[in-house]
T-cell receptor, first 112, second 114 residues
Framework: GNSVTQMEGPVTLSEEAFLTINCTYT??????LFWYVQYPGEGLQLLLK?????DKGSNKGFEATYRKETTSFHLEKGSVQVSDSAVYFC???????????FGRGTSLIVHP | NAGVTQTPKFQVLKTGQSMTLQCAQD?????MYWYRQDPGMGLRLIYY???????DKGEVPNGYNVSRLNKREFSLRLESAAPSQTSVYFC?????????????FGSGTRLTVV
């Protein structure tokens, strides 16, 4: 079956540091890949997505590239802010399945 | 604002009581989902509805029932609440089950069973 594995947190960084959150997946077919962000007390919000190999999704300074050869979709940001503190979820949707697959989530804490 | 609306936002139940969590979306999405989120467990799928008129069990359906009332609304019912059902519940929807355009989540219902 499909699965998503993301690095365990919390990830703790100082403001303006570089961020990488690793995500790898297993899936049948050619899945669409997503990163969601959850701020405290809120629901998940779509951050970015990529629907085919080598696509790069980007939003709010965050980027992730769909790497089919390494089955990865790592999230990066060049300079994090305190306001980026949240939980980040990697997810996939695979053609033929109505059920999305989510990773466990990675907590990011950014200190001033 | 367009999106997924969940009610109530907070609820405290006594063991054995019943309640229904409501979810409505106004994006004309076909597929809808109910998840629970517990510390350290990530999101776990309770039930989903691929399209109006269909519902299917997810990973953790025991103790819950659902109704896809129409295309907009998908409710989750706890018939006899137990402390193990204390959790944050999220409803989500997608244009179609394959979710190529992503999933839209509600803001959650925080349920405590005492």
């Amino acid at each position: 079956g499909n699965s998503v594995t993301q690095m365990e947190g919390p990830v703790t960084l100082s403001e303006e540091a570089f961020l990488t959150i690793n995500c790898t997946y297993t899936a049948t077919g050619y899945p669409s890949l997503f990163w969601y962000v959850q701020y405290p007390g809120e629901g998940l919000q779509l951050l970015l997505k990529a629907t085919k190999a080598d696509d790069k999704g980007s939003n709010k300074g965050f980027e992730a590239t769909y790497r089919k050869e390494t089955t990865s979709f790592h999230l990066e940001k060049g300079s994090v802010q305190v306001s980026d503190s949240a939980v980040y979820f990697c997810a996939l949707a695979s053609g033929g399945s109505y059920i999305p697959t989510f990773g466990r989530g990675t907590s990011l804490i950014v200190h001033p | 604002n367009a999106g997924v609306t969940q009610t109530p936002k907070f609820q405290v139940l006594k063991t054995g009581q019943s309640m229904t969590l409501q979810c409505a979306q106004d994006m004309n999405h076909n597929s809808m989902y109910w998840y629970r989120q517990d510390p350290g467990m990530g999101l776990r799928l309770i039930y989903y509805s691929a399209s109006e008129g269909t519902t299917d069990k997810g990973e953790v359906p025991n103790g819950y029932n659902v109704s896809r009332l129409n295309k907009r609304e998908f409710s989750l019912r706890l018939e006899s609440a137990a402390p193990s059902q204390t959790s944050v519940y999220f409803c989500a929807s997608s244009e179609n089950g394959q979710g190529a355009h992503g999933y839209t989540f509600g803001s959650g219902t925080r349920l405590t069973v005492v």
